[in-house]
């Protein structure tokens, strides 16, 4: 591991201009390279204190042997220059997009004497016409099977075609119409290139005009009474129809864009873009990448674009580019787009319409392919092998933690406290045995004192099953036991149906041991091997002193700190730091990202059963379409609350008996707090409700009224 003080450049001997520099190894190996507007002011910030520098930036520049740079004139120049370094020496240390297949194309060899129509994929050749990309080489086909009937251009190898012309026959689609035959002659040169451009004037959008050409002249063709040759017209337009009823009209403007949309975490990150030309879909990719260095979701964009159009000129960079964030500063990328294309290229985030539905359209795609390639990593049994060895290897275990439980806390300004308990067997969740809890041994928010709360709970229960099964029990758990008030506390319900969770497991407790009476799966019988915590040192201190208030000194325990992903021991005044492509980094970051999800979605849902919360919950025998009957009749609450018995027996479907009842309840339930105009501090006394007003957030859950709409920094 270098000194980065042993090769920083002298003062002064940096230029104060954009450029281009690259970071070098101990064997001139390029490993990281970035431009910069001012290439002084870049390197200074990577020769700060190691202390206060990112992880994955410390890490560069400790690999690190020597930095060079080359100095520019224009920002632009920079852009392109690094792109060219970067496909050049493929450095480890910066952004690089790949794609999880080799897309196909539809491709016509304009650069040939007889053009031709067929799937191509790989690099992009000069002269050679590109439409796509698609997700399936079938649709290419099936779109290219539809169109011949009209445009009857050349799809045979060279092979194929040099052994027409040499026999005089044609290929079958010759002689059923669907190859105007240039190898043997049926048409000339000169025709046949004009078909084949009018065949990517198709493909490119320019649709409207053909048809109404067509039409017309299966009209003349009938005023001609050449009824054959107007069937064969009306034929050729259904055709085109159909081929273009395929691609769906997405924006009503038939505009020519790209949509750009990135998923990410804190390891990965998914891009998809959508290829829009005439209003209509015309093809789809995208690509995944791990974050190796510290890269803003507006430097991701950037990325892409450099990969996107580093190679493309002229049309195939449309004019107008949508991204969910722009480049910081944004006009060197936009020149850029604008001198590949050759005229103005728009590089803009989309804010209303039909363009920013299909942005979320796009987003919405970047999410499922960033969770596919998740759980495709996640599946892989060699794969999850390595990451249960790395953990081991850096938490120094005598063995791969096989089980794996993740405890979280959520709150919202420290109302309705609960935790989450997940479970990672062999690398895999294991939801059947999620388990959910209410903190209740105090009030208020402490993230420290709930943890130690519910690793309390959940290992006492543990130790309470070994003694039922007779196992051996240490030496000073006996009184930990007898806490039965403690057990009846626990909230232990498994997840089925949250977020699309399926609940249900079909061998959770295969060993009789882990079976209660009726053979059913105890419920924390199970012990882990590794207790991960979400949160720093304080909240790994709290787990530890639990386990060993229960005597229980054989389980491991350690905390993932969100911030910086490091991984806290106990009683350790530093954290392991693991590689950002460790696959053990990567486990326990799932396992730590479930159990928030897990937490915050019970959180949500608690808190929502509280807002809607009335004082006629309480009353015995009232459902639903009674109490809806009631508040219909009176208003609210309020209103019903002052109401004499004789007047709620006025309700259809409330006897003598359920009004008083209802009288009762609504008299010893305690009146709410006057509502408060959180923008003036009134006080609303003519209030008519008495449930708290509610109003919705960005993913649908109610919160109060007054409430700040951004919830980060509030809610866990």
Not at 364 to 380: E, G, V
Request: aromatic share 6%; glycine share 6%; proline share 5%.
């Amino acid at each position: 591991m270098a000194d980065p003080s042993s090769y920083r450049p002298k003062p002064g001997q940096i230029p104060d201009s954009p450029g281009v520099y690259r970071f070098r190894d101990e064997h001139r190996r390029v490993i990281y390279v970035g431009k910069a507007k001012s290439l002084r002011q870049r390197l200074a910030n990577y020769f700060q204190d190691l202390a206060s520098l990112h992880p994955r930036t410390r890490t560069m520049v400790t690999t690190a042997a020597s930095v060079e740079w080359t100095v520019v004139s224009t920002e632009v120049e920079a852009l392109q220059l690094e792109y060219s370094w970067i496909k050049e020496y493929d450095p480890r240390f910066n952004v690089k997009y790949r794609d999880d297949k080799s897309y196909p194309y539809l491709a016509v060899t304009m650069n040939e004497e007889f053009p031709r129509v067929q799937v191509m994929r790989g690099h992009k050749k000069k002269g050679v016409r590109y439409f796509g990309p698609y997700g399936h080489a079938w649709a290419i086909r099936d779109t290219v099977d539809l169109l011949l009937r009209v445009f009857p251009v050349r799809t045979c190898s060279a092979g194929v075609f040099k052994n027409a012309t040499r026999t005089g026959r044609p290929c079958l689609l010759g002689y059923i119409g669907k190859c105007s035959a240039p190898c043997v002659g049926r048409i000339e040169p000169e025709d046949h290139r004009e078909l084949a451009e009018e065949f990517c004037d198709f493909m490119a959008g320019r649709t409207g005009t053909y048809l109404r050409r067509l039409e017309q002249r299966m009209r003349d063709a009938a005023e001609e009474m050449e009824y054959e040759r107007a069937a064969r017209l009306r034929d050729d337009i259904e055709a085109l129809k159909k081929a273009m009823e395929k691609n769906a009209v997405v924006l009503a403007d038939a505009t020519d864009a790209d949509l750009i949309a990135v998923a990410e975490d804190e390891l990965e990150a998914a891009v998809q873009i959508f290829h829009v030309r005439g209003g209509r879909v015309r093809g789809q990719r995208g690509w995944v990448t791990d974050k190796v260095e510290d890269v803003t979701t507006a430097a991701l964009v950037e990325h892409a674009l450099q990969q996107l159009y580093g190679e493309e000129t002229g049309d195939a960079v449309p004019k107008e580019v949508l991204v969910p964030a722009l480049p910081d500063p944004v006009e060197p990328v936009q020149e850029w787009l604008t001198g590949r294309r050759g005229s103005n290229v728009s590089l803009r985030i989309p804010q209303r319409g039909d363009k920013k539905a299909l942005m979320e359209t796009v987003q919405r795609n970047a999410q499922q392919a960033l969770a596919l390639h998740k759980t495709k990593r996640a599946s892989d049994l060699t794969t999850r092998s390595r990451a249960l060895e790395e953990i081991s290897d850096a938490l120094d275990l005598d063995s791969a933690p096989l089980r794996i439980e993740c405890y979280d806390i959520s709150h919202l300004q420290g109302d309705d406290v609960v935790a989450s308990m997940v479970v990672f067997e062999d690398g895999l969740q294991r939801k059947s045995e999620y388990r959910r809890f209410q903190i209740k041994g105090f009030a208020g928010q402490d993230d420290v004192r709930s943890m130690h709360e519910v690793i309390t709970r959940r290992f006492r229960r543990y130790l309470a099953e070994k003694e039922k099964t007779g196992e051996w029990v240490e030496e000073g758990t006996e009184d930990a036991l007898t806490d039965t008030a403690a057990l009846t506390d626990i909230v232990a319900l498994t997840d089925t149906g949250t977020d699309n969770d399926t609940g249900t497991d079909t061998d959770g407790g295969a060993a009789d041991g882990f079976k209660d009476d009726e053979g059913r799966p105890k419920k924390f019988a199970y012990p882990p091997q590794l207790v991960v915590v979400d949160g720093g040192q304080p909240q790994v201190a709290a787990a530890k002193r639990a386990l060993d208030e229960l005597g229980i000194d054989d389980i491991a325990v350690c905390g993932l700190a969100k911030r910086l992903e490091e991984v806290w021991l106990p009683e350790d005044d530093d954290p392991v730091v693991l590689p950002r492509s460790s696959e053990g980094l990567y486990l326990l970051q799932r396992v730590r990202d479930e159990a928030h999800r897990f937490a915050i979605t019970y959180q949500r849902t608690k808190r929502a059963k509280r807002f809607r919360s009335s004082p006629l919950d309480d009353v015995p025998g009232l459902g639903e379409t009674r109490k809806q009957a009631l508040i219909k009749h009176f208003g609210s609450v309020k209103k019903l609350r002052s109401a004499t018995i004789e007047q709620i027996q006025e309700v259809p479907g409330i006897g003598r008996k359920t009004a008083e009842t209802i009288a009762v309840a609504l008299a010893q339930a305690a009146p709410a707090a006057p509502a408060v105009n959180t923008a003036t501090g009134e006080i609303m006394d003519d209030r008519e409700d008495e449930a708290p007003e509610t109003t919705a957030d960005a993913s649908g859950e109610p919160v109060p009224a007054g409430a700040p709409d951004d919830r980060r920094g509030q809610e866990r």
